[in-house]
């Protein structure tokens, strides 16, 4: 069974750092597309930033020059260096990871998202 864990969410101060980690474990599968969306309270889900498995990132424009994420594709792990950080970023943090399966000898494929639980990251001023 796919699991997709994330990690390195806390409190700190406006202007600080953090950086997040996200695991994906289980076995039988590829990724495709890793990335991090945050939602904070009351508002709606939106991007942070995404890897496809070619090296092409995607940022949201509010966190464009400030974030970075990186992946190691033999860990099956991305991260997301945050810096710079200011109390607009507090929200939640999800991981999220598309999974290719192969599920026959023709090689016909079966892809679904995952999401890891959430890490909050709160940055106060």
């Known amino acids: 069974q796919v699991q997709v864990v994330e990690s390195g969410g806390g409190l700190v101060q406006s202007g600080g750092s953090l950086r997040l980690s996200c695991v994906v474990s289980g076995s039988g599968f590829s990724i495709n597309t890793m990335g991090w969306y945050r939602q904070a309270p009351g508002q709606e889900r939106e991007l942070v930033a995404l890897q496809t498995s070619g090296g092409i990132t995607n940022y949201g424009d509010s966190v464009k020059g400030r974030f970075t994420i990186s992946r190691d594709s033999a860990k099956n792990t991305v991260y997301l260096q945050m810096n710079t950080l200011k109390p607009e970023d507090t929200a939640v943090y999800y991981c999220?990871?598309?999974?290719?399966?192969?599920?026959?000898?023709?090689?016909?494929?079966?892809?679904?998202?995952?999401w890891g639980q959430g890490t909050l990251v709160t940055v106060s001023s």
């Open positions: 999220n990871a598309e999974i290719v399966r192969v599920v026959n000898v023709e090689g016909a494929k079966v892809t679904r998202t995952y």
